[in-house]
Structure formats: C-alpha cells, structure tokens
C-alpha cells in the first residue's frame, strides 16, 4: 500500500507570497496518476493538477505542479486571498486510491 | 452543466444501515467511472469506493469491506451507497465525484452521515 505524506501540515504565509507544498509517496509511483485539490472550508474539493504536472481546465497559471519518483510539489507562485485553503496530493494505482493528509495554507 | 447531487444522510445509530444516493445529470453518466470520497469532521479526504461504468467492477476500501457496497443505475443516472453495520468511524461527509483517469473532476456538496446513539 503506497503511503503520501504531505508536508508542512501548516503553512502560513501571507498574500502575494510563494508557497511550495510537498507530497513524498511511500514508494515510487507513476507521476501520470498524481493529482492535487484544493478545499475550502465547507466545500467540496476542486480540482487542480493532474498527471503531477498538468492544470485542469480554468485552474490559474500560478498553480504549477511537478516532480517524479517519490517526490512531488505543488507551488502556488503569489498567494491570492482564495488561495488560502487546505492542499491534497492523490494518487491511483492497482485499484487503490490515496490521498495525503493534507496541507493546510493559512494567512500569516 | 455536470451535477451531482448527494442525498441519504442522517443520523443512525451503530450498528445501523443507511442507504446514499447520487442524482448525476449533465454528462453521459453509463460512460463514467463514479467514486464515493468522504471527510469525517476536521479530518482529510478518504477514498471509499470506485465502480467501473457498466458496474463490472468495484473496489472498496479496506476499512468498509463487508459492510459497505457501491452500486450504479445507468437507467436513473443514479450512483449508490449501501452502508451497513454502521460505526462511529463511519461518521462522516459523503461526497459523491466522477473519476476519470486523471483524478476527480467533478463533486458533490455531499451528504452528511452521523452514527451515534
């Protein structure tokens, strides 16, 4: 069973600041079936990234996605005030499917 | 316009049955794999289960094997949770999502679940 941790737990940061979220999978793991959601408090997630470094359709160019192997971020270049939510990394594989714990971006 | 609604949810007691339901409108629903995600209170997201688009194949979290089953209507448009011998971990919002191989793109708002005496 493959394992995501995310880190920092906390992230705390002030708007127009970059923030760098990161996803460590417990073993190698096929970059095509990494994706990222953001949710905000009492919404459903909202789809972001996928294939580790592809936007989904109306995500803003300031999400950027990359990494391989056991290593994978997600960066947010300037941090708008809607951008300030909790960050899932997911991954599918042999039937199974994963989230990590997430990555709470809070406003310093 | 993709929609998904979730109904079903309450409160049941442990030990008890709850049976969710997922309208889907605005897509062809048979030619899509569906999913159930759910967050118990303050906590992240758990996949729960998945069901293949013509219903030949499921899978399920291990934590809901044997109580849990997901289950599709094409006809209605309609995805379904049966949940049985419910417990306080089971405590959760449902959530209902279409999967496609890139991850989940579309959500419901979900349905609240609480099991509790």
């Known amino acids: 069973e493959i394992v995501l941790t995310q880190s920092p737990g906390t992230l705390s940061l002030s708007p127009g600041e970059r923030a760098t979220l990161s996803c460590r999978a417990s073993?190698?793991?096929?970059?095509?079936?990494l994706a990222w959601y953001q949710q905000r408090p009492g919404q459903a997630p909202r789809f972001l990234i996928y294939?580790?470094?592809s936007r989904a359709t109306g995500i803003p160019d300031r999400f950027s996605g990359s990494g391989s192997g056991t290593d994978f971020t997600l960066t947010i270049s300037r941090l708008e005030p809607e951008d300030f939510a909790v960050y899932y990394c997911?991954?599918?594989?042999?039937?199974?499917?994963?989230f990590g714990q997430g990555t709470k971006v809070e406003i310093k | 316009e993709v929609q998904l609604v979730e109904s079903g949810g309450g409160l049941v007691q442990p030990g008890g049955s709850l049976r969710l339901s997922c309208a889907a409108s605005?897509?062809?629903?048979?030619?899509?794999?569906m999913s159930w995600v759910r967050q118990a209170p303050g906590k992240g997201l758990e996949w729960v289960a998945n069901?293949?688009?013509?219903?030949?194949?499921?899978y399920h979290v291990d934590s809901v094997k044997g109580r849990f089953t997901i289950s599709r209507d094409n006809a209605k448009n309609s995805l379904y949770l049966q949940m049985n011998s419910l417990r306080a971990e089971d405590t959760a919002v449902y959530y209902c999502?279409?999967?496609?191989?890139?991850?989940?793109?579309?959500w419901g708002q979900g349905t609240l679940v609480t099991v509790s005496s």
């Open positions: 999502a279409r999967w496609s191989s890139s991850g989940w793109y579309y």
């Open positions: 605005g897509f062809t629903f048979s030619s899509y794999w």
């Open positions: 069901i293949k688009h013509d219903g030949s194949e499921k």
């Open positions: 073993q190698s793991i096929s970059s095509s079936y």
């Open positions: 294939g580790a470094s």
């Open positions: 997911q991954h599918y594989s042999s039937s199974q499917w994963t």
